[in-house]
């Protein structure tokens, strides 16, 4: 059974910073890339990063490049979402997500999701 927890999350003012954290427990063996989204209230889900486990390779959605990192402790099967100078439009519900797959890069591309954690920037 594949669990992912993520945690972290809170209330910030615009401009501060939040790490959120995303433990994956159970049967990783055929994760092929690690992802954070986010889900706005009346909004689609969208990816925010996304990590290839095997060779570290990150990429990040355009809103937040530069502000946000994604990384991996492969040894404790963590993934890391540092993010930076907060603003309210980063006001979501944030999910941690695998994919067994090497494309794709829709929330229907990744089978394995967290439960989410509330991240809500004030102005």
């Known amino acids: 059974q594949v669990q992912l927890a993520e945690s972290g999350g809170g209330s910030v003012q615009a401009g501060g910073s939040l790490r959120l954290s995303c433990a994956a427990s159970?049967?990783?063996?055929?994760?092929?890339?690690m992802a954070w989204f986010r889900q706005a209230p009346g909004k689609e889900r969208e990816g925010v990063a996304r990590?290839?486990?095997?060779?570290?390779?990150?990429y990040y959605a355009d809103s937040v490049k530069g502000r946000f990192t994604i990384s991996q402790d492969s040894a404790n099967n963590t993934v890391y979402l540092q993010m930076n100078s907060l603003k309210p439009d980063d006001t979501a519900m944030y999910y941690c997500?695998?994919?067994?797959?090497?494309?794709?890069?829709?929330?229907?591309?990744?089978?394995?999701w967290g439960q989410g954690t509330q991240v809500t920037v004030s102005s």
């Open positions: 990590i290839v486990i095997a060779s570290n390779r990150t």
């Open positions: 159970g049967y990783t063996d055929n994760f092929v890339r």
């Open positions: 997500a695998a994919s067994s797959r090497t494309v794709g890069v829709g929330f229907r591309d990744f089978g394995y």
